[in-house]
């Protein structure tokens, strides 16, 4: 079965640091591109962070620019989401999904093939 596992959620205090994981299973990574995506309470979900197959390009929504920074190990089917400096208007439920891309230069937001069932931030004093 191919699926998307999202991890390392939880409940932070603001100023706060987590590391999300996204490992893929049944299928491997490499041909993919992987964006993060957020939900919040009572608002549509927007893309946060994204990476191409190759890892060389990446990019971010203007509200975690310098805090938030996404890489990936293809060895080990992983993609990661380092967040820091966390902010109480940074809590949803965070999801990974793959792309299937051709280039190894670009990701995107939409068209997503696989989506993971989402992992939980809170963060909060």
């Known amino acids: 079965q191919l699926q998307l596992v999202e991890s390392g959620g939880g409940l932070v205090q603001p100023g706060g640091s987590l590391r999300l994981s996204c490992a893929a299973s049944?299928?491997?990574?490499?041909?993919?591109?992987i964006g993060w995506f957020r939900q919040a309470p009572g608002k549509e979900r927007e893309g946060v962070s994204c990476?191409?197959?190759?890892?060389?390009?990446?990019n971010y929504v203007d509200s975690v620019k310098g805090r938030f920074t996404i890489s990936r190990d293809n060895r080990k089917s992983t993609v990661y989401l380092q967040m820091n400096s966390l902010d109480p208007e940074d809590t949803a439920v965070y999801y990974c999904?793959?792309?299937?891309?051709?280039?190894?230069?670009?990701?995107?937001?939409?068209?997503?093939?696989?989506w993971g069932k989402g992992t939980l931030v809170t963060v909060s004093s």
């Open positions: 049944g299928f491997t990574l490499d041909y993919y591109a």
């Open positions: 990476i191409s197959r190759g890892g060389g390009y990446t």
């Open positions: 999904a793959a792309d299937f891309s051709t280039s190894p230069h670009v990701c995107r937001y939409s068209g997503m093939d696989y």
